[in-house]
């Protein structure tokens, strides 16, 4: 299985804005979620109405287009999240999870999902429109269910696409003094749902796990990158962070507490310190399902 963390500074053909294959996108398209070797691709339209959304398979070079959400209990008029849903241990088939906000005639706003499957055809509206305090723009799947991380100190959520159910999922325990808007990451790695909030400068934090049966987070590593020094080590296959510093990504070892250089932008310089590619890094397995 090999396995790559894909960057938009990294490779133009494996970039956050590939322009390769998508002929008809002047403007090129952005990657939004990495999901067992397909990538969930959107063009750079100007407003959401406009965007068209592609299942892009980066081994094969192909792609397919997703039908307009148009006229779907008015989802397309102001989008908070698209989602891509794919196992294909289970099946060769993927699914699309859209979720729109809807004001109502008293002021107050509303979620509503829409779900799309490449076996079944067109978008289908799912349930009554709900409350949410969630950012639906990072939507992860793990464990048969998309997941989305609370955006305050409410309760975060997931969604079960068999049961076709949404549950409420516990926030990590980080401290209440902490603000929610510093750099987070939440992603599935090995077959587990991990999170980290990583603060300004901080440089030791814990790595959370979820259990199986969403019940609660514990803590999994304890990180601590007071360590790190000049001379990096031979790469060893395990548990690991990506980690972006002025010049370089950096692979971070979370058993051995070890790293090396993954990558060197070119002039030796990249904006900003010391941060994780959870925004703009993608991890790829290579696969030749056919979208």
Known sequence: MNIDVVNNNIDVKHSNNIKAGFFDESRGVRILQSCNGLFLCCSNSASDCNKRYYVYNPTTKNFSTLPKISGVGGISRRMCG??????PAKSPHYRAVCVGRLQLDSGDYRYQFAVYSSEKGPWRKWGDPFMAEVGFEKGVYWNRAIH?????????????????VLKIMPMPPIPDEWDW?????????????HYVEFFGAQI?????????DHSEWFVK????LSRVVDVYPEMIQDSFLVLQIPGKVVR???I?????????????????????????GFQYTGSLCCV
Do not use: P
């Open 148 to 164: 989305w991380i609370s955006n305050g100190t409410a309760n975060s959520c997931y969604f079960n696409l068999e049961r076709q």
């Open 204 to 212: 030791q934090f814990d790595g959370y796990e979820m259990k199986m």
């Open 252 to 254: 971070y070892n979370l």
């Open 82 to 87: 698209m989602n891509l849903a794919f196992d």
């Open 256 to 280: 051995c507490k070890t790293f090396e250089t993954m990558h060197e932008f070119e002039g030796g310089e990249s904006e900003g310190s010391l941060s994780f590619l959870g925004a703009n």
């Open 221 to 224: 590593y304890r990180v601590d």
């Open 181 to 193: 808007r510093s750099n987070s990451y939440i992603g599935e790695s090995c077959g587990h749902l």
